[in-house]
């Protein structure tokens, strides 16, 4: 079980199975998981979590939060769940970062404002519907017009929704923190990140949980995250705030730390 998921991972890093094979030949028991250990801490020695950042370290930041869902699914007490290192090399289902909390409309096509504010009215019906009914009413009058419009929506009324909305779904002091850094990304399917593009923490988790009930693969550190399964004790579960992404992280940390430096 232990042999599976750290070999997994070093093939899947590039790591040429010859050598593993040879290495395993020539070794007892121990040097060989120490051989493997080490193998995967050079592949993230030198990094310092914390400090990578979305955009110029995507490709370390899938390393670490890769080894950390294998890690997380090894330490799984049911030695009959493990992970499913074929999801990784499946080319109709490519792996990318997701935003856990999303604070600007970047990237968002025009084709994806309805859904997106579809998505988000029912968001704030949640939250409090009372306090939020002049907003939802506004959302619905503007829903309502893009129905006549052939789904047209006014990109500068959009704009002011958007901020709107997500500084309602954004706790006080967390605008400071770094959007882009590891506490605030998870790795999902690029269909499944595409879906939610841009939205709010309490949306993303109500459709990563609806996708996960129909029976799509939801890698298991992503779906604690969405959980708030990190945090001890979570106050606010409508949102994803500096308390749960510092718990991330040091769950990160934790979990990873024979190989981190």
Sequence with gaps: HTYYHLIGYLIHS??????????????????????????????????????????????????????????????????????PFAKLKDP????????????????????QYKSWLIDHKLALKRLDNEKHAKLIEQISAILENAEKNKDVIDENKFDQLFKTIIEIFTIENDHETDIHDISNLALLDRDTNSSLNNSIFEVKRNNILNKEREGKYIPVATRNVFLKYYTEYPMHLNYWTKEDRDAYVSKIKETLKLYLN
């Design 14 to 83: 590039g790591t040429n199975i010859t050598v593993i094979y040879d290495e395993y030949k020539n070794s007892n028991k121990s040097e060989f998981l120490a051989f493997l250990n080490n193998q995967i801490e050079k592949s993230i020695k030198s990094v310092n979590i914390v400090k990578l950042n979305y955009g110029k370290d995507n490709w370390m930041i899938k390393q670490v939060l890769t080894l950390f869902n294998i890690i997380s699914t090894l330490h799984i007490d049911d030695v009959n769940i493990r992970f």
């Design 92 to 111: 109709t289902n490519i792996w990318s970062l997701e935003h856990i909390h999303a604070q600007n409309s970047e990237g968002l096509k025009k084709s």
